[in-house]
């Protein structure tokens, strides 16, 4: 499983990439606003820091208006990855965009039907955002799971990014319910490697390793 980080924070991006957990990055246009810095001039510093994908996100909602948006965007960086919503001239730009060879990550995606549909326009990666899902009630990895069966039964090769991740619960289920990626936030990745009983126990060794004759 692949780990993307969901942010724009340089600082952020370089402290969990030293340790060789960041296969890509994940923005938008409310965490590129938090960094108060130029968006393309943000993109491309992530873009030197890291070699995986980083997705850009188009803010047009016409078709014409994210066509040249992308293609813009897609000159910036050999890795950059175009991020598209989930509407109708969203899969119009995605269809388009997949036969010039740009790639792309269809977002705001809430039900299997809409990623049926990415994947079949011909969405690089389609983004469930499971976080977003439970709050109304539904549980959000079901949908990572059927979608998951979904895209296997009918061979497409659209990977899955779990967005909107919030807890450990959502990554660990992520992992087991197949998806190809989780996209995490930087203000999570600590809790991931830490465990309250991974401290106890060190501080149980350290004491008594004081004990050993010096």
């Known amino acids: 499983m692949k780990f993307f980080l969901d942010t724009a924070n340089i600082d952020e991006i370089k402290r969990v990439n030293e340790l060789g957990l960041v296969d890509g990055i994940t923005t938008n246009p409310s965490i590129i606003a938090k960094e108060g810095r130029n968006f393309k001039e943000v993109i491309q510093e992530i873009c030197g820091i890291i070699d995986g994908p980083v997705s850009a996100e188009v803010v047009g909602l016409e078709t014409d208006e994210m066509l040249a948006e992308a293609r813009d965007i897609a000159k910036w960086a050999p890795n950059v990855i175009v991020k598209i919503p989930m509407t109708e001239n969203g899969l119009r730009a995605v269809n388009i965009l997949s036969k010039e060879g740009i790639k792309t ?9 809409q990623g049926l549909m990415a994947a079949k326009a011909g969405a690089s990666y389609i983004s469930p955002f499971v976080g977003r899902v439970d709050d109304i009630g539904t549980e959000g990895m079901t949908l990572v799971r059927n979608l998951k069966r979904v895209l296997e039964e009918y061979q497409y090769e659209t990977e899955i990014i779990t967005a909107s991740v919030r807890t450990i619960t959502h990554l660990q289920d992520a992992a087991v319910a197949g998806a190809d990626i989780a996209t995490i936030p930087g203000s999570l990745f600590p809790k991931l490697w830490s465990h309250p009983l991974t401290d106890i126990g060190i501080e149980q060794f350290l004491a008594d390793w004081e004990k050993v004759p010096k």
């Open 105 to 113: 990550n269809v977002t705001l995606v809430f039900s299997v039907a």
